[in-house]
């Protein structure tokens, strides 16, 4: 994960979002099931998160 943000706001439910770096083999369908179980675990261990975004990010690598 390359950053980790969250937002909590009044009586919002939190909303985190990160940049997550997936390694270079994984193919869309595998960040796409990746994504869903993060969604899925962050929601059944935190009651109070209403959405989550996640933004597949690849470093710059020299």
């Not at 439910?13 to 962050?42: M, T």
């Amino acid at each position: 994960m390359l950053r980790l943000r969250s937002a909590l706001r009044d009586y919002f439910p939190a909303a985190p979002a990160a940049k997550i770096d997936f390694v270079d083999v994984a193919s869309a369908a595998g960040v796409e099931i990746a994504c869903d179980e993060v969604d899925k675990r962050l929601r059944e261990r935190f009651s109070g998160i209403s959405l989550v975004f996640l933004d597949p990010t690849p470093t710059c690598r020299r």
